[in-house]
């Protein structure tokens, strides 16, 4: 894989604004993110990995935005939630930039 696969992604900071229950969905949580010039929809698959996913809120993370849009559970997702672990089988936790940064920012 060269350099041209990694910068196909476009990876921003964004603020988690809101955290909220998909009813219909026993792993989706729905994710206000707020990007400075506009907010977006994200769907993410923390309901089961944290004990109050609502304690991402207020937190700067990475997400990929280049994305197309994909309805799961009756909601649109415009995004993915960039995490670390998933991949790996081990919990989860938020890719975050060291100190906070404008959203929008871009990663790489």
């Known amino acids: 894989m060269g350099i041209a696969a990694l910068e196909a992604l476009d990876i921003r900071v964004g603020t988690i604004e809101r955290v909220e229950e998909?009813?219909?969905?026993?792993?989706?949580?729905?994710?206000?993110?707020?990007?400075?010039?506009?907010?977006?929809?994200?769907?993410?698959?923390?309901?089961?990995?944290?004990?109050?996913?609502?304690?991402i809120e207020g937190h700067q993370a990475l997400f990929v935005v280049n994305l197309e849009p994909r309805k799961m559970a009756g909601e649109l997702s415009q995004g993915m939630l960039f995490d670390i672990g998933y991949?790996?089988?081990?919990?989860?936790?938020?890719?975050?930039?060291?100190?906070?940064?404008?959203?929008?920012?871009?990663?790489?």
């Open 87 to 108: 991949a790996d089988g081990i919990l989860p936790v938020l890719s975050v930039p060291e100190r906070s940064v404008p959203n929008g920012t871009r990663a790489g």
């Open 22 to 55: 998909i009813p219909r969905s026993d792993k989706l949580m729905k994710l206000t993110v707020n990007f400075g010039d506009h907010r977006r929809t994200i769907l993410a698959r923390i309901k089961k990995e944290r004990e109050n996913p609502r304690e």
